[in-house]
């Protein structure tokens, strides 16, 4: 079973920059953590084995592919783009997988592929949940947050997720990310 620690690790790490420095003073950097369950949905997907430091590059060339091909496919996007993280044990020269979800209405005309974008239909998702607002810079300190409080609301997987609800640029302020962590 892998420890506690090893999930704090897991969790500090950022889309754009791996870990950040500590929070100045003690407010949380996140809203109350609570329990709920998604529903499931469609995804445009990619996905890709890699080491924490080539996160920002797989991100940029990601959702811009996600972007062409739904267009392409007139596949009807809609609702926030959704990164995924799968065992990352909090090692920065650790591989782990990583995926970008682009929500989309219709899933007709993806075809299958060993590399290419692919759908994903998700399902149901018990998960711990808080919101997050600020820069990329400072996901660490949120997921740091958030990370000792997950683990008062039941045992977690090891399927972590951010939804990018609004999004302004790396460093702005106005950022607004969900943080997910699944329960069991």
């Given amino acids: 079973m892998k420890s506690f620690s090893a999930l704090i690790l897991t969790a500090i790490f950022g889309l754009v920059l791996s ?7 003690s407010s949380s950097p996140i809203t109350e953590v ?9 995804y445009l997907c990619l996905k890709k084995e890699l080491k924490l430091a080539e996160m920002k590059d ?23 783009v959704m990164f995924t993280y799968y065992n990352f044990m909090g090692d920065p ?10 929500p989309v209405y219709k899933k007709e005309g993806v075809e299958k592929s060993p590399t290419g974008p692919y759908v994903r239909e998700t399902t149901k998702f018990k998960c711990a949940s808080a919101i997050y607002q600020g820069p990329m810079s400072k996901m660490g300190e949120a997921w740091a947050a958030f990370v000792p409080v ?10 972590s997720r951010q939804l990018f609800l609004y999004y302004e ?4 302020p106005n950022n607004i990310v969900e943080l997910q962590m699944g329960l069991k």
């Fill in 19 to 25: 870990v950040a420095a500590p929070a100045a003073d």
């Fill in 34 to 42: 609570r329990v709920k369950e998604t529903a499931g949905r469609n």
């Fill in 93 to 102: 020269e650790q591989r782990f997988t990583a995926e970008i979800g682009l």
């Fill in 169 to 172: 640029g790396a460093e702005s």
């Fill in 58 to 80: 797989f991100a940029v060339e990601g959702i811009t592919e996600l972007f062409q091909k739904a267009t392409e496919l007139k596949l009807g996007q809609g609702g926030p």
């Fill in 150 to 159: 997950v683990a008062q609301k039941g045992e977690a997987t090891w399927e």
